[in-house]
């Protein structure tokens, strides 16, 4: 099905393993963002691409690493997880530099 | 910088009442500006947005209208249902830029 897809929706890990998460999006959309979702704090975005190979940090990249070699993948990956990591990560796509267009979401659980 | 306040939840309304979510904003230049809508255990969805000053964006009864005399962007519809009971979140982003600020979220919440 076309449309911006994540994976995993659920992970538990523990303090200082690495994990990844995956973003796959079918519509050839430049631009790709990582978002976390905390209680009090809306969304804030941690990292974008505006192409392949392009990437950029946003609000709260710390402790963050993301790639791009496709256009249609933007893998977002926690180097040592920590528990202030603890959240709902989102991952979204445009066109261009203005409506995004959201995934399910992770929910991440850092032990 | 750029940012968004936006009244806090929850709120809770019954059926067929009027709904008001404010939403203020602070900005360099002209931003665009959203309205998301978040259901139970999904991502955000686009309800409505507007990108110049007097802009009203609608859409499934929701309207909201671009105000820079006040730098608002009230999200208003005459009459909620049941099935409106969601996460509203107020956006902006500048022109030409990537960085899209998130207000805090409102609960809403429509009794039958």
């Known amino acids: 099905d076309a449309g911006i897809t994540q994976s995993p929706r659920y992970k538990i890990t523990e303090t200082g393993r690495q994990v990844t998460l995956m973003c796959h999006q079918t519509w050839s959309h430049s631009y790709m963002f990582w978002y976390r979702q905390d209680l009090g704090h809306g969304l804030r975005l941690i990292y974008y691409s505006a192409a392949a190979d392009i990437t950029d940090k946003g609000e709260v990249p710390d402790g963050y690493v993301v790639s791009r070699s496709k256009t249609e993948n933007f893998p977002l990956t926690l180097e040592s997880a920590t528990r202030s990591q603890t959240s709902v990560y989102f991952c979204?796509?445009?066109?261009?530099?203005?409506?995004?267009?959201f995934g399910p979401g992770t929910r991440l659980l850092v032990l | 910088g750029n940012s968004v306040t936006q009244m806090e939840g929850p709120v809770t309304l019954s059926e067929e009442a009027f709904l008001t979510i404010n939403c203020t904003y602070t900005a360099t230049g002209y931003p665009s500006l959203f309205w998301y809508v978040q259901y139970p255990g999904e991502g955000l969805q686009l309800l409505l947005k507007a990108t110049k000053a007097d802009d009203k964006g609608s859409n499934k009864g929701f309207e909201a209208t671009y105000r820079k005399e006040t730098t608002s962007f009230h999200l208003e519809k005459g009459s909620v249902q049941v099935s409106d009971s969601a996460v509203y979140f107020c956006a902006l982003i500048r022109y030409n830029n990537n960085d899209m600020r998130f207000g805090a979220g409102t609960r809403l919440t429509v009794k039958p």
């Open positions: 979204a796509s445009s066109a261009r530099a203005e409506t995004q267009y």
